[in-house]
């Protein structure tokens, strides 16, 4: 009885002279999640329906819900691209968003902290970043002509990079083959290769074996360009 008399009392103790409620005191900065992510580099993903943004320490909405971040309701943790992504977050100052294209097939990119695309969508595939770099599969295309039913043809040629946090394609890895870019026929190409240090690749090769390669991943000295 005396425990339930001070509680009692404690809420009814006037704040700055004006009596409040605990809903008053407890007044959200965000409200109606659905859910809460732990803070990473500073931020938390918070999501809304379909949604995804992103609140700061102090509680606030910092990045707007937007439809575009990327995440899995079941994420494969044995992979390392986009499917092994169970919610949104920032890594390396960036976070994985996708982009739908008009052939109805996703590209892949990211924002920085202000909600910016920083690295164009345009990967099939890519890691989260780490030391300051990421591997993607990086799609050339070329107008070949049309059918006879006026539908363009295209000739495809796909390249696995390392990429750095300003969307530049440092070093070329490996070609891909066997990736249809069919809406209907599309599979998700895995990637084949991963950052392991900050200056080294482990790479799988035709054989289903993994080698370590060592790229030079000075910007002046890149093997391709954009």
Partial sequence: MKRLFIITLILSIPILGVAQSVEDINKPTV?????????????????????????????QLVIGFRGDLVWNRIADAANYGVESIEAPKFKDGLCAVKTIKEDGIARYGFIDKKGKIVVPTEFLNVSQFNDGHAVGIYERKELRGKNP??????????????????????????????????????????????????????VKDKSNKWKIVKPNLQVENRGMAN
């Fill in 31 to 59: 409200a109606e999640l659905d859910q809460i992510e732990p803070f990473s580099e500073g931020l938390a993903a918070v999501k809304k329906g379909n949604e995804w943004g992103f609140i700061n320490e102090d509680g």
């Fill in 149 to 202: 039913f006026q539908l363009k043809i295209y000739d495809y040629e796909f390249t696995e990079v390392v990429v750095n946090q300003a969307g530049e394609m440092l070093w070329p890895i490996q070609e891909r083959e066997n990736i249809v870019m069919s809406r209907k026929l599309f599979k998700l190409p895995e990637l084949g290769a991963k950052m392991i240090s900050k200056d080294l690749l482990a």
